[in-house]
Structure formats: structure tokens, C-alpha cells
């Protein structure tokens, strides 16, 4: 008896967004690459912040690169295929990135006319869905077409939440946004949060980690992300904290963070 070969698992699309700043939504981005990458996973980066941080980071800069995530959404898709082999820069053989350009902050004029404009980005990445194990989308920390196209697009949403009584406030807005997409997407967004910036030592970030941990049982990690001065000093070199040359927490908690979404049983 024959066996038919099951085809091979869809990659997996990860948005980190949060409408608050400062919460550390690009390291998250940055550092989880990096962590999947060092699990063996084929990782693609997406910057959708007209900002560039996360590409700034990389030291992939946009006033030198040809293209951008920009092209995705403005090209012809009869024009992705050709698209994806220049627009793609890689970070020391480990990841890929698509990296950011300021011109992404137009796309609201740009697509105002374009049919179906909040599902562009879900077609275009299908068509690498072969080349990777994990997209990990770099969301702009605001309401517009482009969160909205990482939405729909994802299996998953991370919310990176600082860990201090203000940061719960900055979060109505973003659930706001994805109740509305709920209610005419067939399938309901999944997110899961993540407690950053975590000082052990104060009081009132460990009511604020109870605290979430108890408005949302089953939507968050089980890992903390704690403050850590390596992530400060990876962003001034240009790297990823895995290459400071020594065993540090905030990588360590970010691998955590990354089996965790190994074993995520994704809808």
C-alpha cells in the first residue's frame, strides 16, 4: 500500500505590532529572527515600519537599497516572482530581510483605489511560502493599511507590552482594530502577548505581569523578556544580541520565546 507524501507545512506568518512606542516591538522582531534562525529555522524578516528601524538595525539602510517593501505593494503581481530575487537582503547568512522605505507611508494614497488593498501582502508572500519556515512582520506602530495587511496575513499576533501600568492603556486600540478585522475575516486573528522590559526587582512590574497574566490566560508567553543593556548595545553595532560574543539573558529569553512559537499549535 502506497503512501501519499503530505505536503510540505506552510511557513508560519508572525505580525508584532502595538500602537504604543517603546515597548520593544522592532527588537522583538529583530531577536526572535534571529532566535528561529539559530533553532534552524529558514526566517524572513519583513519591515513594514516606514521608520526602518528593524532594517536600520540589520545595517541593511534604504537610501542604499534598490527596493523595498514598497515595491511589494505597488507592483503588478504578475511582477512578485522577479521581485522577490531583488528585494531581499540577507543578515550574515543566518536570515532574510525585506527591508523599509519611507515611501511606505503613502501606501494610504497609493492603494486608495486598488481592490482588495488589505490582502496584498498575504498573496505576495505566498509565493515564498517554500523558502521559509517563519515571516516575522515589523508592524508601524499605527491603524493603516499596513498593519491591516499584516493582519490579515498572519497565523499569529505578537504584542510586545512593556511591563509598566501605562503600556496596558496603549493596547485598546490595537484590539479595537482586530475585533473589527474579526468580524469580516473568516477566521479570527490569534494573538499571544509578550511582557517586556521586566525589572525583577520592582514591585509594580511583577502586579503588572500578574495582571496580565490574569486578563489574558492562554494569550501570553509563558517567557518574560527582562531588561537586558545588550539589546542597546546590539542596536549600536548594528547586530543581533547573538553577536556580542557571550551568553546573555535577553538572547536566552527571546530562544525561549522562540520554542515556544515551535510548539504553538497554530488554527
Not at 486598488?114 to 505576495?124: D, E, M, S, V, Y
Request: charged share 25%; glycine share 6%; net charge positive.
Amino acid at each position: 500500500m502506497s503512501m501519499q507524501a503530505k505536503p510540505p507545512r506552510r511557513m508560519k506568518i508572525l505580525s508584532i505590532a502595538n500602537q504604543k512606542g517603546g515597548v520593544g516591538k522592532t527588537t522583538t522582531a529583530v531577536s526572535l529572527a534571529a532566535a528561529l534562525s539559530r533553532l534552524g529555522k529558514r526566517a524572513l524578516l519583513v519591515d513594514l515600519d516606514p521608520h526602518a528601524n528593524a532594517s536600520v538595525h540589520l545595517r541593511v539602510y534604504p537610501e542604499m537599497q534598490s527596493y523595498s517593501g514598497y515595491d511589494l505593494f505597488t507592483a503588478d503581481p504578475v511582477q512578485w516572482a522577479a521581485l522577490w530575487w531583488k528585494i531581499r537582503a540577507n543578515y550574515d547568512q543566518r536570515f532574510d530581510i525585506v527591508p523599509a522605505n519611507i515611501r511606505l507611508a503613502e501606501l494610504e494614497v497609493d492603494l486608495s483605489n486598488r481592490p482588495g488593498k488589505g490582502a496584498i501582502l498575504k498573496q505576495a508572500l505566498e509565493m515564498v511560502e517554500r523558502e521559509y519556515d517563519y515571516v516575522l512582520l515589523d508592524c508601524p506602530p499605527h491603524v493603516g493599511i499596513l498593519l491591516v495587511n499584516a493582519l490579515v496575513a498572519s497565523d499569529l499576533l505578537i504584542i510586545p507590552i512593556q511591563t509598566d501600568f501605562l503600556a496596558l492603556h496603549g493596547l485598546k486600540l490595537l484590539f479595537d482594530t482586530v475585533n473589527l478585522l474579526n468580524k469580516v475575516l473568516p477566521a479570527s486573528i490569534n494573538y499571544k502577548a509578550l511582557a517586556t522590559m521586566f525589572d525583577r526587582r520592582a514591585r509594580a512590574c511583577q502586579k503588572v505581569l500578574a495582571l496580565m497574566r490574569n486578563k489574558m490566560p492562554g494569550n501570553i508567553f509563558s517567557s518574560v523578556i527582562g531588561i537586558d543593556t545588550k539589546f542597546r548595545e546590539a542596536s549600536a553595532q548594528g547586530r543581533v544580541i547573538y553577536d556580542l560574543g557571550m551568553e546573555t539573558r535577553g538572547g536566552r529569553e527571546y530562544e525561549a520565546v522562540a520554542k515556544e512559537l515551535l510548539s504553538y499549535e497554530y488554527e
